[in-house]
């Protein structure tokens, strides 16, 4: 449990990716994407869903792995993977 507000770490956890998550948003917004953070499952896999340019774009998959996940992972290695949902 956190020492300030007595949330459990999955809350701690969560809070964390949606920190870096914000990192990286202006990146994508740059070239007229977007990401937004939807669910931290409980194996510790990040949905994640893409929105505008990124959304379709072919290079998406090479964005989410080689950089959000590689991010997440480098920052919080409780991560497992990183997953786009609709």
């Given at each position: 449990m956190?020492?300030n507000?007595?949330c459990?770490?999955?809350?701690t956890?969560k809070?964390?990716?949606?920190e870096?998550?914000q990192?990286?948003?202006p ?6 994407g977007?990401i937004e953070?939807?669910e931290?499952?409980e194996d510790n ?5 893409l929105?505008?340019a ?6 998406a998959a ?7 996940e590689?991010l997440?992972k480098e ?6 993977e990183?997953?786009?949902v609709?």
């Amino acid at each position: 449990m956190c020492e300030n507000c007595g949330c459990s770490s999955e809350k701690t956890l969560k809070n964390q990716i949606a920190e870096v998550i914000q990192t990286i948003r202006p990146m994508l917004q740059n070239d007229g994407g977007d990401i937004e953070l939807v669910e931290v499952t409980e194996d510790n896999t990040v949905k994640v869903r893409l929105q505008g340019a990124c959304k379709g774009c072919p290079g998406a998959a090479m964005t989410l792995k080689m950089g959000v996940e590689r991010l997440l992972k480098e920052r919080i290695p409780e991560v497992k993977e990183v997953v786009a949902v609709d």
